[in-house]
């Protein structure tokens, strides 16, 4: 009964709507026929709005009625509405819009009156010459358009706002030609008291010009060398959108070719410092160092800038000259202890980045941190290489007892911060795991992400401790460490944590087997300890025991690590080919080409090979983590950065 009561509600709303859509539309035509029959000058009142109509958006006003025509390519009904805008109001804004629309709807005849009528209201007014010539020009006129554009031209005074008015008429209307040719009129009428340099860039990057924008972003130099910070921003978002290089191998010869056309401007040189840190040319950007360190007297303040980023882009040769270079100034120079300890520092670095170091390798940066303790002292100021030490004892020349004595002299030093004081904790905690004291390892990792809980720091106590559980089979635990720092502020380490969440989720079960990932697990650990062959035989028994299973890829990853670390370039390469030919869909594959690419290029002598893997990777995985690195270094081996 209810269902019906409802249809019945149902159809005589319907019948009421349409009686009142009926009734709207009578009124409105009623309303319509008396106002042309009874009065032309009274307008008829708004028709009435249908229900569904009320909740619609209506424009405010005139103007924003015709802003909607407009933007619709309404242009006839715009055009009515700024008309009338106009009359009321003739301002530079109804203006533009209404010659446009009028332009747009093919009435040039009246567009030019509309112009001309301005012209002789504002006769130096010499942007309306160039809305005539736009005006011919789109009613199949050239040559009266072009006559107008250089009449324009002829009249142009000393009035920089004038010249910058006229530009912009011209450039508005895609006449890019003409804007550069007044800027450069209007620079030899200003006698070069205004060069209109930055105009001018902007106009012939639009064109894409880039060579001759450089060239004017560089004349401002000459004419007021504080433009310099403007000038390199401008260039820097410039080359933001340089896909294949092209601008930034330009830029470069451009900049070179001044500095050593005019050695004496030294703003050349220090725009050329900056391109070449910009672009990671730490080579060239070492020369540059050099000269104004020389000829400004700058007591190593660039050279310290560049180590330092030499530094974290593994260009430790170049780090490692800066710190020579600063260091052969002598005590005087303000950086010298600084750069004493940096240089050992940077060595150390150097080495262990490889991928085999030498026993005499490390013996000799062994010494030379010795012999710097020896001379300077165990002091706060020393920490740095105190733990360096340190980790080269216990992990290169197994001597991890004398490295667990000097890290708990340094955690006791006096006037030790509490951040390096958690840094020799976490570099303990990694020798007493080494050393398999695995509770004393877990509780140092707790107390650092204890007290740097919402720093970097702090979190990669917390992954080092995650990965602790997941050697020892706390696979649970380890997992849900992971997930969290999956967050973490530091990319690598939330690339790490990402990983390791990855491996577990895949190959862990609580009602299953897990057998599998246990043994990659202790394959882990015995190559964390260094005792690589037992790290082997433990993971070549994982294919034997499973067939097929999910953890294998990880099984050839980690095969090839080892084999890297031995010096084995060859197999290792082979480990990896692998490894992307078998799972080129798994998320080790990206990462696997990658290492191919570097041992091609740097371990095995075939660059060809190598710059060949790199396209593969960019081509293959363009969403990879590794695209920028190696679109880099396939540039570097074409020889795109070459001097």
Request: proline share 3%; net charge negative; glycine share 4%.
């Amino acid at each position: 009964m209810g269902s019906m009561n409802n249809k019945q509600s149902i159809k005589r709303w319907k019948i009421d709507f349409a009686f009142i859509c009926h009734l709207s539309l009578v009124i409105c035509h009623l309303l319509l026929f008396s106002a042309s029959v009874f009065s032309q000058d009274v307008k008829p009142p708004p028709p009435l709005l249908l229900p569904f109509q009320q909740n619609a958006i209506q424009p405010e006003n005139d103007e924003q009625l015709a802003l909607q025509f407009y933007q619709n390519h309404e242009f006839d009904k715009a055009t009515e509405i700024f008309e009338r805008l106009y009359e009321k109001k003739p301002s530079q804004y109804y203006f533009q819009y209404l010659l446009f629309c009028l332009v747009e709807i093919k009435e040039y005849s009246k567009a030019e009156r509309l112009i001309k009528k301005n012209m002789k209201s504002e006769p130096e007014a010499l942007r309306y010459q160039v809305d005539l010539g736009y005006v011919y020009y789109r009613a199949g006129n050239p040559e009266k358009s072009k006559k107008q554009y250089e009449d324009a031209l002829k009249k142009l005074g000393t009035n920089q706002q004038q010249i910058f008015d006229l530009a912009n008429a011209f450039i508005i209307r895609g006449e890019n030609e003409y804007a550069i040719r007044t800027y450069q009129l209007g620079r030899r009428l200003m006698n070069d008291s205004y060069t209109f340099g930055f105009e001018l860039a902007s106009v012939y990057e639009r064109m894409g010009d880039f060579k001759n924008a450089m060239e004017e972003y560089l004349n401002l130099l000459e004419v007021n060398s504080s433009y310099l910070s403007t000038v390199q921003d401008r260039i820097q978002m410039t080359l933001a959108y340089d896909v294949n290089n092209e601008k930034n191998e330009s830029l470069r010869k451009i900049i070179l070719a001044r500095a050593q056309k005019n050695p004496e401007k030294t703003y050349y040189a220090e725009l050329l410092w900056w391109y070449s840190i910009q672009q990671k040319d730490f080579d060239l950007a070492l020369l540059q160092a050099k000269s104004l360190d020389r000829r400004m007297s700058e007591n190593g303040e660039k050279l310290v800038q560049l180590a330092s980023l030499a530094v974290s882009n593994e260009k430790f040769d170049v780090a490692i000259e800066c710190y020579q270079y600063l260091v052969s100034k002598g005590t005087t120079c303000p950086y010298y202890e600084y750069s004493r300890r940096e240089l050992a520092n940077t060595r150390y670095n150097k080495i262990i980045s490889e991928v085999a170091p030498s026993k005499k390798q490390l013996e000799a940066i062994e010494k030379e941190f010795s012999e710097e303790l020896k001379s300077s002292g165990e002091n706060p100021e020393n920490i740095s290489i105190i733990r360096n030490l340190a980790h080269v004892r216990a992990f290169y020349l197994d001597k991890p007892e004398a490295s667990i004595e000097l890290l708990n002299r340094a955690i006791e030093m006096a006037g030790v911060s509490a951040e390096e004081q958690a840094k020799c904790k976490i570099e303990l905690a990694d020798i007493l795991l080494f050393t398999d004291d695995v509770w004393q390892a877990t509780l140092l990792y707790q107390q650092a992400y204890q007290d740097f809980k919402f720093d970097v720091l702090g979190q990669e106590a917390k992954f080092k401790n995650a990965k602790l559980s997941f050697y020892i089979g706390e696979f649970k635990w380890a997992k849900a460490q992971a997930d969290i720092l999956k967050a973490a502020t530091s990319k690598l380490i939330s690339n790490d944590a990402i990983a390791l969440s990855l491996l577990i989720g895949e190959n862990y079960d609580p009602d299953s087997n897990t057998v599998a990932l246990g043994i990659y697990a202790r394959a882990d650990l015995l190559d964390y300890r260094n005792a690589e062959d037992k790290a082997l035989q433990t993971l070549d028994s994982i294919p034997h025991l499973f067939g097929e299973h999910p953890i294998l890829q990880h099984v050839l990853y980690k095969k090839a690590e080892i084999k890297c670390r031995q010096g084995k370039y060859a197999e290792a390469d082979s480990l990896f080919q692998q490894l992307v030919t078998e799972y080129p869909d798994e998320i080790l594959a990206d990462e696997a080409l990658m290492h191919r690419a570097v041992l091609n290029g740097k371990y095995l002598n075939n660059p060809g090979n190598a710059m060949s893997l790199y396209m593969e990777l960019l081509d293959k995985y363009p969403g990879s983590i590794f695209v920028p690195d190696a679109r880099r270094k396939f540039r570097e081996l074409r020889g795109d950065t070459s001097k």
